[in-house]
């Protein structure tokens, strides 16, 4: 059983956790990642997931801040990144939206976008004392960057600026209730 001023900080390490996602979903938004196409769009549901996950972290750790975390993700006066986001976490956790709906029951990501670029390594070799110079064009991996869009109500959302304005929401409000 955690002290009680040990679970008022339990909700730390979800933040700290959902910080190392969203440096994994960076990587991903610059091209630097390996896996398939899968892996990255299964990157993205899982920031999603511990996003909107943290709210129960707060809630449990902190019951004073309970009504104002809760309220980020009301129905009507929620963040829509985060009302985005709670829809996405829950129908994606279960078979059938079985939660309170924000904005779409149905609401997932629908459409992706692959950019790929080939990419030449051009380097150059010294060769002996007469230091003759030779060319080598040896291939490193593609390039490929990911663009999602999640729909919710016809209504679609780039998933990078999505999780970006969840982040910066997050962070505002962890710092307003003095939680960071």
Same mark, same amino acid.
């Given at each position: 059983?955690?002290?009680?001023?040990?679970?008022?900080?339990?909700?730390?390490?979800?933040?700290?956790?959902?910080?190392?996602?969203?440096?994994?979903?960076?990587?991903?938004?610059?091209?630097?990642?390996?896996? /398939?196409?899968?892996?990255?769009?299964?990157?993205? !549901? #899982?920031?999603?997931?511990?996003?909107?996950?943290?709210?129960?972290?707060?809630?449990?750790?902190?019951?004073?801040?309970?009504?104002?975390?809760?309220?980020?993700?009301?129905? +009507?006066?929620?963040?829509?990144?985060?009302?985005?986001?709670?829809?996405?976490?829950? #129908?994606?956790?279960?078979?059938?939206?079985?939660?309170? *709906?924000?904005?779409?029951?149905? *609401?997932?990501?629908?459409?992706?976008?692959?950019?790929?670029?080939?990419?030449? $390594? $051009?380097?150059? +070799?010294?060769?002996?004392?007469?230091?003759?110079? /030779?060319? +080598?064009?040896?291939? $490193?991996?593609?390039?490929?960057?990911?663009?999602?869009?999640?729909?919710?109500?016809?209504?679609? !959302?780039?998933?990078?600026?999505?999780?970006?304005?969840?982040?910066?929401?997050?962070?505002?409000?962890?710092?307003?209730?003095?939680?960071?």
């Amino acid at each position: 059983m955690y002290r009680e001023k040990d679970k008022r900080k339990k909700y730390l390490e979800q933040w700290e956790r959902l910080k190392r996602w969203y440096v994994r979903i960076k990587k991903i938004q610059q091209g630097q990642h390996s896996g /398939s196409d899968d892996y990255q769009l299964d990157e993205a !549901y #899982a920031f999603f997931l511990n996003c909107f996950h943290l709210k129960d972290w707060i809630i449990t750790a902190v019951p004073e801040a309970k009504e104002d975390t809760e309220n980020l993700f009301d129905k +009507s006066d929620g963040r829509e990144c985060f009302r985005v986001c709670a829809d996405l976490a829950n #129908a994606n956790k279960h078979v059938e939206a079985s939660k309170t *709906t924000r904005i779409d029951p149905d *609401t997932n990501i629908k459409r992706q976008h692959v950019a790929i670029q080939l990419r030449k $390594l $051009l380097a150059y +070799s010294v060769i002996g004392e007469d230091k003759d110079k /030779s060319l +080598s064009n040896e291939g $490193l991996p593609p390039l490929t960057k990911y663009k999602w869009e999640i729909e919710a109500k016809d209504q679609y !959302y780039e998933v990078y600026q999505l999780i970006d304005k969840c982040m910066e929401e997050w962070e505002k409000f962890l710092r307003n209730k003095k939680l960071i």
